[in-house]
């Protein structure tokens, strides 16, 4: 329970209210803490801000125990939208929409269904629906060293990109990006000037046909310089800053075609053939999500761990006996 507007969620009990036709009663088996859910509790989000109490939680796989659409028993995703009058994902049951839940295919393992649920889908949907990647071109991954990030060099390499180039902070969390497919790796440096920053780019990648930037600021502002014509940019984040500068000449000179992605706005339908792309990708062991699991009484450490930008995603399990059998009949 997230108390106030910056504050850490604590945990207690809560009385859920009974489901509600066009309502699916889940047992929680693993819900990931994302940016967003610490973004909406710290109150500086700019689509929602709560000033009652509420249980944080946006997303998550779960069991059917109660539904009008869906069997008792079986295994789906769901996505919550937590507020004081609908309790999120982070407690043992959680009441969800219909048209909010898909079902999970066999052969997924749940905690990584799970995990590329909201990452997943913040890297494949900009790449491949908004950009249009296309096989052979360049893409340059900004903030590649977090889960979004790791999530889309492996999409770009799967997909047929020709170079796929990974920029980050973390020397080690970078040597990872390396090992997951980025064919360069360029570490970000501390006061870096734009200029010199797109130097380094530009020997690194070259004419860069994609970008998915999850920075803004100083590195969006150098990757627009080394931006091939008619390259296409997709800002989904803005972890360097909030502000950052588009020269005119530079925007019209190369046909550049700029992006903004939010998946808060997207309906699960929507979402639909790219989860389904991802968990098959997951079950034929081509996609790496590195997790960190956490019991639901854990959630405070979670959250701090979360924080920190722990290059991984942290994965709540408020109902872990359910997993042990599901492992053995979903594997």
């Known amino acids: 329970m997230v108390d106030f ?27 990931p803490l994302n940016p967003l859910d610490l973004l909406i509790a710290s109150g500086g989000f700019h689509s929602a801000r709560h000033e009652a109490p509420y249980v944080p939680g946006s997303e998550c796989v779960g069991v059917v125990l ?60 900009p790449l491949m629906e908004t950009a249009g990647l296309r096989p052979g071109e ?16 492996q999409v770009a390499r799967q997909v047929g990109a020709g170079r796929v180039i990974g920029v980050g902070r973390n020397p080690d969390a ?35 046909d994609v970008v998915l930037d999850g920075l803004y600021g100083v590195p969006l502002e150098a990757a627009l310089q080394v931006c091939a ?53 997951l079950a034929d062991g081509q996609l790496q999500v590195p997790t960190r699991t956490f019991g639901l009484d854990k959630l405070p450490a979670a959250w701090r761990e979360q924080a920190a930008s722990p290059h991984a995603k942290c994965v709540v399990l408020p109902n872990k006996h359910l997993l042990a059998p599901a492992s053995k009949t979903r594997a």
């Not at 295919?105 to 990452?119: F, I, K, R």
């Not at 360049?138 to 060099?153: D, F, K, P, S």
């Not at 970078?174 to 380094?200: I, K, M, P, W, Y």
Request: hydrophobic share 50%; net charge negative.
């Open 174 to 208: 970078l040597q990872r990006v390396g090992t997951l497919g980025a064919h360069t790796v360029v570490a970000l440096q501390e006061g870096e000037s734009r200029e010199d920053l797109a130097a380094r780019l530009e020997v690194a990648a070259g004419p860069v």
């Open 138 to 153: 360049t893409v340059l991954v900004l903030a590649a060293t977090g889960a979004v990030g790791q999530i889309a060099v």
């Open 229 to 281: 014509p008619r390259a296409r940019l997709v800002n989904i984040g803005n972890l360097a800053g909030p502000t950052a500068q588009l020269p005119a000449g530079l925007l019209r000179g190369k046909q550049l075609t700029l992006f903004g992605f939010a998946g808060l706005h997207l309906a699960l339908a929507a979402k639909q053939p790219a989860l389904s792309w991802l968990w098959a990708a």
């Open 5 to 31: 507007p910056g504050s850490e969620p604590s945990v207690r009990e809560i009385i859920l209210a009974p489901r509600a036709g066009g309502q699916t009663l889940l047992a929680v088996v693993a819900a």
């Open 66 to 125: 109660a539904s009008d659409r869906y069997e008792p028993g079986s295994w789906v995703y769901a996505e919550c939208h937590a507020s004081p009058l609908t309790p999120g994902s982070f407690a043992t049951r959680v009441l969800v929409a219909d048209d909010d839940v898909l079902p999970l295919p066999d052969g997924v393992d749940p905690v990584l269904a799970a995990a590329v649920g909201n990452s997943g889908t913040a890297a494949f949907i």
